[in-house]
């Protein structure tokens, strides 16, 4: 194997385990969230924020898509 060939698939390792460390931190982080929503009884809270937020982003998703067609 080549030294370039070398030199690329250690620096893809490299990558790819930092990606995986990034992803395992925020795994703990999504668990402690959810652990305090669970903690705190706010589960029905927040799925409803979550369905007004994607309301509110489908609406302003189609109110760009309308003033790109008008522009």
């Given at each position: 194997m080549s030294n370039d060939t070398?030199?690329?698939l250690t620096n893809l390792a490299l990558?790819?385990?930092s990606a995986l460390r990034r992803v395992k931190s925020l795994?703990?982080?999504i668990s402690e969230i959810n652990h305090f929503i669970d903690e705190n009884g706010l589960?029905?809270?927040f799925l409803s924020l979550a369905r007004s937020n994607q309301?509110?982003?489908l609406l302003d998703n189609t109110l760009n898509?309308?003033?790109k067609i008008n522009a």
């Open positions: 070398t030199t690329l990558e790819l385990n795994q703990a982080q589960r029905n809270d309301c509110l982003e898509f309308k003033r």
